[in-house]
Antibody, heavy 119, light 107 residues
């Protein structure tokens, strides 16, 4: 079965960077895209970007362009999202997600990683 | 950016009642509209993909319809375990966007 397991909670100072990981299992990692989505407290979900597990192609939200980088390690079946120049508004739950049935819906989700930005 | 609006914001419902949630897109998105259920302190779960296709394992009381700008999620015969916030999501245009959510509470 498809599983996505994320790294643990992080607390960062404003201006710092954070890197969250997502380890995939149960499907052919190199065939599919992995998405990153975040949710600030009490807010709607926000799409951050995606990476293709095979060719490493990426697509980012313009809102976060320049601050967000998504990478992958195919041998480790792990994807990473790094967000730089953190501010308090980046405090959120960060989720990875994937879709293996070839549709636009995000079919499987990680458990989430809480990133808190506080001085 | 395509903006998704949902109505109602909140609905308090008795078990076995029928629930209808609507999602409207700021421009036509064909059928690239998906529905998720998110319970408190949990990750979202896909219910309906491409407007009307049920995701694997989702109870048959959940159904979706619509195309273009207007979409509907229906929960027939609500059960207590359906208390959650429901979000719509479009994957027609970048950036992918989500609706503000509809919270369903059980009376």
């Amino acid at each position: 079965q498809v599983q996505l397991v994320q790294s643990g909670a992080e607390v960062k100072r404003p201006g710092a960077s954070v890197k969250v990981s997502c380890k995939a299992s149960g499907y052919t990692f190199s065939n599919y895209v992995l998405y990153w989505v975040r949710q600030a407290p009490g807010q709607r979900l926000e799409w951050m970007g995606w990476i293709h597990g095979g060719n490493g192609e990426t697509k980012y939200s313009q809102k976060l362009q320049g601050r967000v980088t998504i990478t992958r390690d195919t041998s480790a079946r792990t994807t990473y999202v790094e967000l730089s120049s953190l501010r308090s508004e980046d405090t959120a739950m960060y989720y990875c997600s994937t879709a293996v049935a070839g549709t636009g819906g995000f079919e499987y989700w990680g458990q989430g990683t809480l990133v808190t930005v506080s001085s | 950016e395509i903006v998704l609006t949902q109505s109602p914001d909140f609905q308090s419902v008795t078990p076995k009642e029928k629930v209808t949630i609507t999602c409207r897109a700021s421009q036509s998105i064909g059928t690239s509209l998906h529905w998720y259920q998110q319970k408190a302190d949990q990750s979202p779960k896909l219910l309906i993909k491409d407007a009307s296709q049920s995701f694997s394992g989702v109870p048959s009381r959940f159904s979706g319809s619509g195309s273009g700008r207007d979409f509907t999620l229906t929960i027939n015969s609500l059960e207590a375990e359906d208390a959650a916030t429901y979000y719509c999501h479009q994957s027609s245009n970048y950036p992918f966007t989500f609706g503000p959510g509809t919270k369903v509470d059980i009376k």
